[in-house]
């Protein structure tokens, strides 16, 4: 089974750029789409960006992220995604997650940040400290 392990995040200053890195590890072969999410205290989880990885990468975003934040992939190995986060808003603490799928939902073209991830990580948590 695919296993995710996230790392970044922790405490930043309001407007810093904190990035958060999930290194995917076991059948990676087996997924074509990672994601991350989030979950504040209170509220529900959402999808925040996710990624097609074979080819160029087809992103999306949530449109509370557009703009400020990047999902990408290490190029090299295609087991890494990245989150860099922009321009950090007051909305934006939170735990993320990272998540992975390669079942049939999940192909070119297809709205990967509202469909079911079977992996995921444990998560890192964001804050914002002054």
């Known amino acids: 089974q695919v296993r995710l392990a996230e790392s970044g995040g922790g405490s930043v200053r309001p407007g810093g750029s904190p990035r958060l890195s999930c290194v995917a590890s076991?059948?990676?072969?087996?997924?074509?789409?990672m994601a991350w999410f989030r979950q504040a205290p209170g509220k529900e989880r959402e999808g925040v960006a996710a990624?097609?990885?074979?080819?160029?990468?087809?992103?999306?975003y949530a449109d509370s992220v557009k703009g400020r934040f990047t999902i990408s992939q290490d190029k090299r190995g295609m087991n890494t995604v990245y989150l860099q986060m922009d321009s950090l808003e007051p909305e934006d603490p939170a735990m993320y997650y990272c998540?992975?799928?390669?079942?049939?939902?999940?192909?070119?073209?297809?709205?990967?940040?509202?469909?079911?991830?079977?992996?995921w990580g444990q998560g890192a948590q964001v804050t914002v400290s002054s």
């Open positions: 998540a992975a799928e390669g079942g049939a939902d999940c192909y070119s073209g297809s709205p990967i940040l509202g469909i079911e991830y079977t992996y």
């Open positions: 076991g059948p990676t072969w087996s997924v074509n789409c």
């Open positions: 990624i097609y990885t074979p080819g160029v990468g087809m992103a999306l």
